[in-house]
């Protein structure tokens, strides 16, 4: 595994295949998705995993807004590297994300309680009784959970996203398909 976060990469074709898939899950389940707003990070891999998702869904796949405030986690010196990279650098430093991956901040980047206050902010902006489809980073999407979900933040913070599954989130509410 290496740590993106912020970095611009491009989708690769597994995950075009997996970004299709689940648009035509979500084209099953909400149809031609009628008054409902799609939202994406402005990260290219977000923005292409969107308009893959709603060219499945027999949408014109430019319609639909960014918002800054889900661009990915920022894993700042951390980006870029693998695992067996950072642990062969600074093992201790590496293995200790682990005590408290809530509130663990590597140099130069944020935290998951960092990310937190920008994401409570766009949930926050959003209309009540709207709903919204997101591409978003797995970083973004443990934020949100902890957000709506009431988890305990060492939960929130490990969980990890099935990149090949849709996730209805709502206060206090979650399904998968």
């Known amino acids: 595994m290496r740590f993106q976060g912020q970095r611009d990469i491009p989708l690769n074709d597994f995950g075009r295949s997996q970004a299709k898939h689940n648009g035509e899950k979500l084209f099953d389940k909400i149809g031609k998705a009628e008054g409902i707003e799609f939202i994406s990070s402005p990260l290219s891999r977000t923005r292409e995993t969107m308009e893959i998702i709603r060219s499945a869904m027999g949408l014109p796949i430019e319609q639909y807004s960014m918002d800054d405030r889900l661009i990915e986690i920022s894993y700042g010196d951390f980006e870029g590297k693998t695992k067996p990279e950072l642990k062969s650098?600074?093992?201790?430093?590496?293995?200790?994300?682990?005590?408290?991956a809530w509130n663990f901040r590597p140099s130069n980047g944020e935290s998951q309680a960092d990310t937190l206050i920008r994401i409570a902010d766009w949930y926050g902006s959003l209309e009540d009784g709207k709903t919204y489809v997101v591409t978003a980073h797995g970083a973004v999407g443990r934020v949100l959970r902890y957000h709506l979900l009431d988890l305990d933040q060492q939960e929130a913070a490990t969980f990890v996203f099935p990149q090949d599954e849709v996730f209805e989130i709502t206060k206090g509410s979650e399904n998968r398909f």
Do not use: Q
Request: proline share 0%.
């Open 89 to 100: 650098a600074n093992r201790g430093l590496f293995l200790s994300r682990k005590d408290d």
